[in-house]
């Protein structure tokens, strides 16, 4: 287990610098890929299926279709990989950010503490995140009004921001 | 824009606001900085001209970012401490980013690049809004997160009077010296805020209606720039005449009552025994004069000649409401004999 | 100091490091500002989870849906420069500096 989650700990971070190093959108939205693939992964090892449920269906379901969808808009000529030297370079001095902060860490790591430890996963009827998410209908239902009023403010924005094409902008 | 859209993009601005002053939670608190930032993202580009667009290109990657950073930071906060309150005291690491992501969103010194920009873009009343109304959220909030790290926030404080002072010299662009004049205030409130809570509210709520008076007069005048300011004697003489006194009460000269926060931020300072920062801090307030008097030469104490049918625009009745800017006017002009009343109104 | 704790802490700061510096495209950034909000919902399930705070399991969906509106803005922003500069390359903002 320990491997395994150690292997995805890594994957996320290289996925984040695959993103970060500026390669042609194509190339970031698959390290993005990555790197909410892995991260479900993570959450799984914790523990909270549901949560990685969430995040499997509703990030990679709907918001990389519409990456997908504005990197043909963005789409360029000659797309940069990471063999390209300016991509290259700064994937280097990431990785090399990152090594310097492992062993800055190194040796301060708590003792097992790749591995959740719960005891009171066997006498919890429900799991801990789906009831908590439930929790969003009963005691939160305050801010799951926010939340509502957000996603049509959202709406009305994306609506205002790109009606203009008749006006000529 | 549809009035129905643009009274709900209101009202989301005011909830966000709101929220973030009603939040004792960093999550909520983020919610509502992100709702005031999604409700004036189609304000800002609301005529869809490319400058419009760009600025509100500019400011929503600046926000989500300092957005970002600022969950980022709560959430090890939590990590580390285990608590999740605003008043609860932060751990020292959260509290510098907390410090450094509240000043990238209110446009403080070291991270204020995006503002002068940003505020180029707009029309005057959408940057009305940007420079009063989103400044308190932040503002609210780096005032609950005060007592920590103290260096930092005098470092922000006075590099924000300095830029702010600097950065103005050599403008000819009204709401580019207006944004650099909006990092000096804010440099101002920031400085005491440490010492003195009541004193960054006071500068706060002194320097919003001589913002709102001086952005309504380039409004009524409809000017951009520094030479068409030159003409609005011929437009409106008694705006002309008052003019001078916004100004310079923005820029802090004694009758006038921007005068009062900086007098009672300079005696704070030199009460805490910091001599060196006031007068850094006082001798910066001379750049940001130098352009507000540039700004009131132009405008009032020469008459730029013209020719005989433009004299007469003043004649004309004017159709907006010029009432909110009297009011203003008056209060930045002459609110310095209430200031006992004003800082008994301030403290708790 | 966990091993989980360090690596989300570096990947949000690598995207936001990734933001600040040397973007081409606005969409390249609109994608790091996706990394760092996917690196704080890893974070806030995992603070829940790891703690047993049933409770704060809302606080990544909200997260989530927050997130989701401030990339369709992103994305409706991008399509309104693409419409008004013709490109979505970040050195073609440049109207606005004197």
Same mark, same amino acid.
């Given at each position: #287990?320990?491997?395994?989650?150690?292997?995805?700990?890594?994957?996320?971070?290289?996925?984040?610098?695959? @993103?970060?190093?500026?390669?042609?959108?194509?190339?970031?939205?698959?390290?993005?890929?990555? @790197?909410?693939?892995?991260?479900?992964?993570?959450?799984?090892?914790?523990?909270?299926?549901?949560?990685?449920?969430?995040?499997?269906?509703?990030?990679?379901?709907? #918001?990389?279709?519409?990456?997908?969808?504005?990197?043909?808009?963005?789409?360029?000529?000659?797309?940069?990989?990471?063999?390209?030297?300016?991509?290259?370079?700064?994937?280097?001095?990431?990785?090399?950010?990152?090594?310097?902060?492992?062993?800055?860490?190194?040796?301060?790591?708590?003792?097992?503490?790749?591995?959740?430890?719960?005891?009171?996963?066997?006498?919890?009827?429900?799991?801990?995140?789906?009831?908590? @998410?439930?929790?969003?209908?009963?005691?939160?239902?305050?801010?799951?009004?926010?939340?509502?009023?957000?996603?049509?403010?959202?709406?009305?924005?994306?609506?205002?921001?790109?009606?203009?094409?008749?006006?000529?902008? | 824009?549809?009035?129905?859209?643009?009274?709900?993009?209101?009202?989301?601005?005011?909830?966000?606001?709101?929220?973030?002053?009603?939040?004792?939670?960093?999550?909520?608190?983020?919610?509502?900085?992100?709702? *005031?930032?999604?409700?004036?993202?189609?304000?800002?580009?609301?005529?869809? !001209?490319?400058?419009?667009?760009?600025?509100?290109?500019?400011?929503? +990657?600046?926000?989500?970012?300092?957005?970002?950073? +600022?969950?980022?930071?709560?959430?090890?906060?939590?990590?580390?401490?285990?608590?999740?309150?605003?008043?609860?005291?932060?751990?020292?690491?959260?509290?510098?980013?907390?410090?450094?992501?509240?000043?990238?969103?209110?446009?403080?010194?070291?991270?204020? &690049?995006?503002?002068?920009? /940003?505020?180029?873009?707009?029309?005057?009343?959408?940057?009305?809004?940007?420079?009063?109304? =989103?400044?308190?959220?932040?503002?609210?909030?780096?005032?609950?997160?005060?007592?920590?790290?103290?260096?930092?926030?005098?470092?922000?404080?006075?590099?924000?009077?300095?830029?702010?002072?600097?950065?103005?010299?050599?403008?000819? =662009?009204?709401?580019? +010296?207006?944004?650099?004049?909006?990092?000096? !205030?804010?440099?101002?409130?920031?400085?005491?805020?440490?010492?003195?809570?009541?004193?960054?509210?006071?500068?706060?709520?002194?320097?919003?209606?001589?913002?709102? *008076?001086?952005?309504?007069?380039?409004?009524?005048?409809?000017?951009?720039?520094?030479?068409?300011?030159?003409?609005? $004697?011929?437009?409106?003489?008694?705006?002309?005449?008052?003019?001078?006194?916004?100004?310079?009460?923005?820029?802090?000269?004694?009758?006038? *009552?921007? &005068?009062?926060?900086? $007098?009672? +931020?300079?005696?704070?300072?030199?009460?805490?025994?910091?001599?060196?920062?006031?007068? /850094?801090?006082?001798?910066?307030?001379? &750049?940001?004069?130098? &352009?507000?008097?540039?700004?009131?030469?132009?405008?009032?104490?020469?008459?730029?000649?013209?020719?005989?049918?433009?004299?007469?625009? $003043?004649?004309?009745?004017?159709?907006?409401?010029?009432?909110?800017?009297?009011? *203003?006017?008056?209060?930045?002009?002459?609110?310095?004999?209430?200031?006992?009343?004003?800082?008994?109104?301030?403290?708790? | 100091?966990?091993?989980?704790?360090?690596?989300?802490?570096?990947?949000?700061?690598?995207?936001?490091?990734?933001?600040?510096?040397?973007?081409?495209?606005?969409?390249?950034?609109?994608?790091?500002?996706?990394?760092?909000?996917?690196?704080?919902?890893?974070?806030?399930?995992?603070?829940?989870?790891?703690?047993?705070?049933?409770?704060?399991?809302?606080?990544?969906?909200?997260?989530?849906?927050?997130?989701?509106?401030?990339?369709?803005?992103?994305?409706?922003?991008?399509?309104?420069?693409?419409?008004?500069?013709?490109?979505?390359?970040?050195?073609?903002?440049?109207?606005?500096?004197?």
């Amino acid at each position: #287990m320990a491997y395994i989650m150690l292997t995805l700990l890594i994957g996320m971070v290289l996925g984040v610098i695959s @993103v970060a190093s500026n390669p042609s959108p194509y190339f970031a939205a698959l390290g993005l890929v990555l @790197v909410a693939g892995v991260g479900c992964g993570v959450l799984m090892g914790h523990g909270g299926s549901f949560l990685s449920l969430v995040l499997f269906l509703i990030y990679l379901g709907g #918001m990389l279709v519409v990456f997908a969808y504005c990197a043909a808009l963005a789409a360029e000529p000659y797309p940069e990989a990471w063999g390209e030297w300016s991509v290259l370079g700064s994937v280097l001095g990431y990785l090399l950010l990152v090594f310097g902060g492992v062993s800055w860490f190194w040796g301060g790591w708590y003792e097992g503490a790749w591995v959740p430890v719960d005891e009171l996963i066997e006498f919890s009827v429900v799991a801990a995140d789906s009831g908590g @998410v439930a929790l969003m209908y009963s005691l939160g239902g305050g801010l799951l009004v926010v939340s509502a009023w957000v996603l049509l403010l959202t709406l009305l924005v994306v609506l205002e921001l790109t009606r203009g094409l008749a006006r000529g902008a | 824009m549809n009035p129905f859209v643009l009274s709900i993009l209101l009202l989301s601005l005011g909830l966000g606001t709101t929220l973030t002053f009603a939040s004792s939670h960093w999550l909520l608190a983020w919610m509502g900085l992100e709702i *005031s930032t999604l409700a004036i993202i189609p304000l800002m580009a609301q005529h869809h !001209h490319p400058r419009a667009v760009e600025a509100t290109t500019k400011y929503f +990657i600046t926000q989500a970012a300092a957005a970002a950073l +600022i969950l980022f930071a709560s959430t090890t906060n939590a990590w580390i401490t285990g608590q999740w309150d605003i008043n609860f005291n932060l751990h020292a690491f959260p509290a510098s980013l907390l410090t450094m992501a509240l000043a990238l969103k209110m446009g403080l010194a070291p991270v204020h &690049f995006w503002l002068p920009e /940003v505020l180029q873009g707009l029309d005057l009343t959408t940057g009305l809004i940007l420079s009063t109304w =989103q400044k308190l959220a932040p503002f609210i909030l780096m005032c609950q997160i005060m007592p920590v790290n103290s260096s930092l926030i005098t470092f922000l404080g006075i590099a924000s009077t300095l830029v702010g002072g600097w950065g103005g010299l050599n403008q000819t =662009q009204l709401r580019k +010296i207006l944004a650099y004049s909006s990092i000096a !205030h804010l440099g101002w409130m920031v400085l005491v805020m440490q010492f003195n809570q009541q004193l960054a509210l006071l500068a706060l709520v002194i320097y919003i209606p001589m913002t709102f *008076s001086t952005f309504m007069i380039f409004k009524t005048n409809s000017s951009t720039t520094m030479n068409t300011l030159a003409a609005s $004697w011929a437009k409106t003489p008694a705006l002309t005449a008052i003019t001078p006194l916004v100004l310079l009460s923005l820029g802090g000269l004694p009758p006038l *009552s921007g &005068f009062m926060p900086k $007098w009672m +931020i300079l005696q704070e300072l030199t009460k805490q025994d910091i001599p060196l920062t006031a007068s /850094v801090a006082a001798l910066s307030a001379l &750049f940001s004069l130098y &352009f507000y008097l540039r700004i009131s030469y132009a405008m009032t104490l020469t008459i730029s000649p013209n020719n005989l049918n433009a004299t007469t625009p $003043w004649r004309l009745q004017t159709t907006s409401s010029t009432l909110p800017l009297a009011i *203003s006017t008056t209060i930045s002009a002459m609110l310095l004999p209430l200031a006992p009343a004003t800082l008994a109104l301030l403290s708790p | 100091m966990t091993p989980t704790h360090f690596t989300i802490s570096s990947a949000f700061l690598l995207g936001l490091m990734g933001l600040a510096f040397h973007r081409t495209h606005l969409l390249s950034a609109l994608l790091c500002l996706e990394a760092m909000m996917l690196a704080l919902f890893i974070a806030l399930s995992l603070w829940s989870l790891q703690l047993d705070a049933t409770g704060y399991s809302t606080a990544p969906m909200l997260m989530l849906a927050f997130s989701a509106c401030e990339a369709s803005a992103g994305l409706a922003l991008l399509v309104a420069t693409a419409r008004t500069h013709g490109t979505d390359h970040l050195q073609n903002l440049n109207l606005l500096q004197c």
